[in-house]
């Protein structure tokens, strides 16, 4: 996984900072009362406040395609990626990566979003992705560039607008996470509770505003937490209040060392 997220839409109660500056800026507790926060939001009524970019008539259709972004769809339902996740989340899979791409006049972002996405199960898999912030400045920055939003875009494309199991999402995983603080996050929740990180079924844990579950909640702050996070909270209008239930610490991929999350969705 890319280790550029940063802070989406809209900005935290009382808090303009970014999420990709975790690892220099923020300690544990100040993540703790970031995710507390994020905890807050999901739980929010849908609000005007919240409404997305992707919703302005501007980006109606196929609002990724306008933003210069082009589709590479993989049909993967026997394919050897299967083997890389849980057994119970199991085949019927999308693998749908995303390049940014603008005539040869304008400036290449070099940006990609590869996920797999699992509609019969409810699921999306984070895999390898770049946001176009990584290389291009701002002003070449598609309005569209969130993982979030990306990511919810291609749920919805898969289904169809006015799908009913568009609100459906039953899980978020976290693939490969390389994000240093990212892992250090893990690994302080692994300790706190006197775990270490282990194969899948790895440790599980409860997500909420409890006092008992405030190291939980750090993970929701970091790099690769934030964006399930606003992937939920910027997208009420289809998905209806959603919340991340429960968060899943464990290590696999392909060398079986790799750091993983997965986001039980409620």
Sequence with gaps: MSDDVQAEHISLPEDNST???LSKRDDYDTAVEKGRKFVCLMNAADDATLA?????????????????WVYDIQDDEDGE???DLPGHIGPTLNAIPL???????????????????????????????????????????PPIRQWSDVAFLIWRLGLGPNDPNIKNIRYIFQVDIVNTATQAIMN????????????WPGHTYSVSNDEAGESERAIL????????????????????VKKVSEVTVFKGGRSGKEYMLKFDIV
């Design 188 to 199: 302080k929740v692994l300790q706190l509770n006197g775990h270490v990180l282990s194969n």
């Design 52 to 68: 997305a970019d992707y919703d302005k008539p501007a980006y109606h259709g196929d609002p990724l395609a306008a933003t210069g």
């Design 81 to 83: 990626d299967n083997a």
């Design 99 to 141: 390049a940014q791409s603008f005539p040869p006049n304008q400036f290449v972002t070099t940006g990609y979003y590869n996920n797999v996405y699992n509609y019969v199960q409810g699921a999306i898999f984070a895999m390898d992705n770049r946001s176009p912030r990584v290389r291009a400045p701002n002003e070449y920055q």
């Design 19 to 21: 999420f990709s500056s």
């Design 221 to 240: 702050a970091t790099p690769n937490g934030c964006g399930v996070a606003w992937f939920l909270i910027n997208h009420k209008k289809a998905l209806v």
